[in-house]
């Protein structure tokens, strides 16, 4: 064989070991768009089996099919998740698009939830987690002061305003009130105090523990989502 005849043949072949030599590109992931907890220490009701979840991501797969801050996942396609990277692993093993069962437990009450998976985004320092809202907002108290309304020295935060037609308003919760405990969670700053809404889940009620002139009250609050900045 003749010198040219080799290098064209050489020319020919080399295009296709260069295709097979370059990697492939990335297989697309499912998304579902919820911050996944650890599960804590097994009890005896079984409550605390599962994946708990965190936070949900706005107009994520997660939210669009209901999941909520504080449910458990127990399954994902019948089949039964213990770790946040079980869950993970089952999640990203399905193809966007991709519908998918979810076993939940939400408070005592199991479920399953239909989800279509999205696609992961590439740029995930812009997404946010939905915010729950009760339409309240408080101010620190130090310890003499917690007292004196009637709460416990370690805990407690005074209403300082109440914003007119929210849940906080219905549930009557009013300005001067000081609010010790959320969903069972003590509240020892302003600061805590929508983080402990926000994580007992939109669309879920929450019991909020007062000192009134003195008095322990209990309250009972629907939580919505919170309204964008301007709606505010």
Do not use: C, H, Q
């Amino acid at each position: 064989m003749r010198k040219s005849t080799v290098f064209g043949l050489v020319v020919l072949v080399l295009p296709f070991l260069v295709a097979a030599a370059s990697p492939a590109p990335p297989l697309e992931r499912g998304w579902l768009g919820a911050y996944l907890e650890g599960a804590p220490p097994p009890s005896d009701d079984g409550k605390s089996e599962g994946v708990g979840v965190g936070g949900v991501v706005e107009d994520s797969p997660a939210e669009e099919a209901g999941l909520r801050a504080s449910d458990r996942i127990l399954a994902v396609d019948r089949k039964t998740v213990r770790t946040v990277d079980e869950t993970i692993a089952a999640i990203r093993g399905m193809s966007p698009e991709s519908w998918i069962s979810l076993s939940v437990r939400r408070g005592s009450d199991p479920f399953d939830l239909k989800v279509r998976l999205g696609t992961a985004p590439s740029d995930t320092a812009r997404l946010k987690l939905a915010r729950g809202w009760i339409g309240a907002e408080a101010i620190d108290l130090p310890a003499s002061l917690r007292e004196f309304f009637g709460a416990p020295s370690d805990s407690g935060v005074m209403v300082s305003a109440v914003v007119e037609g929210s849940p906080a308003e219905s549930a009557g919760l009013d300005v001067g009130d000081v609010v010790y405990s959320v969903g069972g969670e003590p509240v020892r700053s302003a600061a805590e105090l929508p983080l402990l809404v926000s994580g007992e889940g939109i669309g879920n009620k929450v019991e909020i523990e007062i000192a009134r002139t003195g008095k322990a009250i209990t309250l009972e609050s629907v939580i919505t989502k919170a309204p964008k900045e301007d709606e505010e």
